[in-house]
């Protein structure tokens, strides 16, 4: 039975799998991490948290940086593999290209974590799923999370006339991308909000993408009243554009605790974002890694580990832990 654990249970959790960590069995033991790009300022803090509790429980780390290509990644793999790491945790470039190579991995007896990143295919599959041969997913839960941005969407939008709505989507291949966006609209409609979605365009999780996208949607739909960005990174280009517009477009995002975001925020160039966690995912993927490390062949399969989640505006955004 898969394991599902939420905030109220992640203190127990770390507790448990600090003290798994920090056992004779886990130090000197050598673990890769494979992040999509360490040009995101996300990716960066997620392989930080994940080294740093390496550190504490007296491991090694190889850091592989993919660079978003697939091709890299199973290269990258192969190579962890062949220096018989004592486990693999990373981000997947395609959810269900990288099924294969999970099952590489599972196959040569070696523990396998996803981090922030789910596998499989997410037109198919719940937004807790867990692939079988994955020990856990450590993730921001992104239906959860788009449904927050929602939430917001809903309490600032009139319930009188049908709202037009601009969506900057993040990079195709990614599950967090349906996620997200299912997420939002399931919130808006539970709240009896009318809405059309007038634009919706995939990024590259970029700033300037987000700005072109947002340039392109305000042009063509000058009264638009919500553009919702699946990332804050999007969301600071997005912002830019709104102001050139000299647009009264409502700009909302969700991935968000970036420190830009944060200024943005305040700046009043973003309304509001939600608040996510890179550091304490790789922080837990460390830790649940360790755990199956210590003895794979009884570690557990199938665990999913996610966080509760705000939304960010001005009132609140310095509790959120910047990254």
């Given amino acids: 039975m898969r394991n599902f654990v939420r905030t109220a249970g992640l203190l127990a ?97 070696v523990p396998i974590v996803a981090s922030a990143v789910p596998v499989g295919d997410p037109n198919k599959n719940a937004v807790d799923y867990v692939y079988p041969n994955l020990n856990a997913l450590v993730s921001t839960q992104d239906v959860m999370a788009g449904h927050v941005a929602g939430a917001y969407a809903a309490s600032v939008l009139p319930k009188d006339k049908e709202a037009k709505i601009a969506v900057v ?24 909000i009318k809405f059309k979605i007038v634009s919706s365009q995939p990024s590259d999780w970029t700033p300037a993408s987000g700005e072109r996208i947002c340039q392109n949607a305000l042009t063509a739909n000058p009264d638009i009243d919500v553009i919702y960005s699946h990332a804050d990174d999007m969301a600071l280009g997005c912002g830019k554009a709104i102001i050139a517009a000299k647009s009264k477009a409502r700009l ?61 505006t001005k009132a609140n955004v310095d509790t959120c832990p910047m990254w």
Avoid: H, W
């Fill in 252 to 312: 909302i995002a969700t991935g968000g605790g970036s420190k830009l975001g944060a200024e943005a925020i305040k700046a009043g160039e973003i309304e509001a974002s939600v608040c996510t966690q890179p550091k304490m995912i790789g922080e837990l993927s460390f830790k649940v890694l360790a755990e199956a490390a210590a003895d794979p062949a009884k570690a557990k399969k199938g665990q999913y580990v996610s966080y509760d989640m705000v939304a960010l």
């Fill in 13 to 109: 959790l770390a507790s448990g799998l600090a003290m798994a960590a920090g056992t004779a069995s886990a130090k000197d033991m050598v673990f890769g991490i494979i992040p999509n790009d360490m040009a995101f300022p996300y990716d960066v803090v997620l392989a930080d948290g994940f080294k740093e509790a390496a550190a504490k429980a007296g491991a090694k780390v190889i850091l592989l940086d993919s660079k978003m290509s697939m091709e890299k990644q199973a290269n990258m793999v192969d190579d962890l593999l062949q220096q018989k790491v004592n486990g693999i945790a990373f981000m997947a470039n395609d959810s269900v290209a990288v099924q294969a190579l999970v099952d590489k991995v599972a196959a040569a007896g």
């Fill in 169 to 192: 989507e993040g990079a195709p291949g990614f599950a967090v991308v349906k996620q997200r966006q299912d997420g939002f609209e399931a919130a808006l409609k539970e709240a009896g």
